[in-house]
Nanobody, 122 residues
Framework: QVQLVESGGGLVQAGGSLRLSCAAS????????MGWFRQAPGKEREFVAA???????YYADAVKGRFTISRDNAKSTVYLQMNSLKPEDTAVYFC????????????????WGKGTLVTVSS
């Protein structure tokens, strides 16, 4: 059974940092795209960042320069380092993975975690 389990969320002041982790189990995603999405209260889920099996990374404009996505295939874990956090970054952050291998797309993910809440106070 495939599982994606996020951790690392919490309450932080504006300007602070958090690192989210997503541990995958049940299959390997080392050759698949993985990413982070978020959903703020009253809003639709939106793309945050993704990393392909090649190591190429992609970011939403709202987080570019502040967030960094990385992966450790040996640990089946993907990370999201979030710096210079703003109140508008407050959301539930979801880890996601693509079922396809060697793909170049990252918006249509197949596997999802349950999310971790990040709250940024002003």
């Amino acid at each position: 059974q495939v599982q994606l389990v996020e951790s690392g969320g919490g309450l932080v002041q504006a300007g602070g940092s958090l690192r989210l982790s997503c541990a995958a189990s049940g299959r390997t995603f080392s050759r698949s795209a993985m990413g982070w999405f978020r959903q703020a209260p009253g809003k639709e889920r939106e793309f945050v960042a993704a990393i392909l099996w090649t190591g190429s990374t992609y970011y939403a404009d709202a987080v570019k320069g502040r967030f960094t996505i990385s992966r450790d295939n040996a640990k089946s874990t993907v990370y999201l380092q979030m710096n210079s956090l703003k109140p508008e970054d407050t959301a539930v952050y979801f880890c996601a993975a693509d079922n396809a291998m060697y793909g170049s797309s990252y918006m249509a993910m197949d596997w999802w975690g349950k999310g971790t809440l990040v709250t940024v106070s002003s």
